[in-house]
């Protein structure tokens, strides 16, 4: 294996980059500020194949590879992690689900809108009461005639509000525990679905958060991914792909940490000389750059194995666990190298501090990653 970049993908990642530079940079903080989810960027971000990054040109995707995919999802997350998170969300969660699992019908009908942007995605699996323990949900759907009538709710869905094509799981058997529920495909305007309340977020604030709410929803037989009782194996397995893109967003925001702190610590100046000269702040910034760099390479280890049509369970777990914790300590020493600037909106070190965390809870927290791990290790 190995992961220098070639020259197709040292495009795409010069190409990216600019387009976060210039797109997206001047706006962070009005978004942030606002909690405004930029809905007009979407169009940009799909002429840039953003929206169907993995997808087949087929259905209007880019075609590209996942170690590809990684590299989108960091350079947006170096810039906003906000905006990363978003096309993460929309790619590796609802428009992947899809992809994996639904029918051809499905596919044809659901996946063009969704790979060339034109539509946005929502996957909804956690719900008030069942987080981490996905096997405890709530939300049931019955079969009612020719079609299927859902109730309950989903919370902390990014795109809850705004998604046009929602994958939601429900309970088709409680008896069956988790082998009795089904994924279905849900789309914005269907009677019986609502939005709830949108979260007021610590970080990640220009992505959309919110509850969806279902009540007396009915959809049509045919809305059903693959067959009923088969939604919780995959959503382990969209879950298993979907932690790569977590820990690619997480390499993204630790490398715009670091890149903030190094910037800054070269230019700052106490006791007549730049803070970057003194031991302590070189010995921070040399183990972040190492950091960083390991927890790339774990990411696109598991995305190779994913290309490759291998299970990566215990390597998209790693990924995820690692990356998004050495995040964190970036980001923290990034707003400790800034000193009392750090503490403040005009330099980036504080959105970075407040976005990272949600790292180590998406798609599983960092608990969840260890058991995972764990899990893995002891049944090789």
């Not at 997350?77 to 906000?82: I, K």
């Not at 869905?157 to 988790?178: E, L, P, Q």
């Not at 820990?247 to 940490?257: F, S, T, W």
């Not at 390597?315 to 000193?339: N, P, T, W, Y």
Request: some cysteine.
């Amino acid at each position: 294996m190995d992961f220098r970049l070639n020259d197709e993908q040292t495009l795409l990642r010069k190409s990216v980059r600019e387009f976060a530079e210039t797109e997206m940079r001047p706006h962070i903080m009005a978004w942030d500020n606002a909690q405004h989810f930029p809905a007009e960027l979407l169009p940009k971000l799909a002429a840039l194949g953003l929206m169907g990054i993995q997808f087949p040109d087929s259905v209007g995707g880019a075609g590209l590879s996942g170690v590809d995919y990684c590299i989108c999802i960091e350079e947006l997350a170096r810039v906003d992690p906000s905006v990363s998170l978003s096309v993460a969300a929309h790619n590796g969660l609802g428009a992947a689900h899809i992809s994996m699992f639904a029918s051809d019908q499905l596919k044809a009908k659901f996946l063009p809108p969704l790979a060339r942007g034109e539509k946005l995605a929502a996957w909804g699996l956690t719900e008030p009461g069942s987080g981490s323990d996905a096997a405890a949900m709530r939300t049931a759907a019955v079969r009612d005639g020719d079609g299927w009538v859902i109730n309950g709710s989903k919370a902390f869905i990014t795109h809850g509000t705004s998604a046009h094509t929602m994958v939601v799981m429900a309970v088709t058997d409680r008896a069956k525990g988790s082998k009795g529920i089904s994924a279905f495909i849900v789309e914005r305007g269907t009677a019986g679905m609502t939005a709830g309340k949108k979260e007021d977020k610590l970080g990640m604030r220009a992505s959309e958060t919110s509850e969806v709410i279902f009540q007396n929803c009915r959809i049509p037989a045919s809305q059903l991914i693959g067959e009923e009782g088969q939604g919780f194996i995959q959503t382990l397995q969209v879950l298993d792909a979907g932690r790569i893109g977590i820990a690619a967003l997480a390499v993204g925001l630790a490398q715009g940490a670091f890149e903030a702190a190094r910037d800054y610590t070269a230019q700052r100046k106490q006791f007549g000389r730049a803070i970057g000269s003194f031991p302590s702040i070189r010995e921070r910034l040399s183990r972040h750059e190492a950091h960083v760099e390991s927890a790339r390479l774990l990411t696109y280890r598991a995305a190779w194995l994913k290309d490759q049509g291998r299970r990566m369970t215990l390597e998209s777990a790693m990924a995820k666990l690692f990356a998004s914790e050495i995040a964190v300590r970036a980001a923290e020493d990034c707003v400790q190298m800034h000193g009392g600037y750090g503490f403040v909106k005009d330099y980036p070190a504080e959105k970075f501090f407040r976005d990272v965390k949600l790292a180590t809870i998406g798609e599983g927290t960092s608990e969840v990653q260890r058991l995972v791990i764990a899990r893995q290790l002891l049944a090789a």
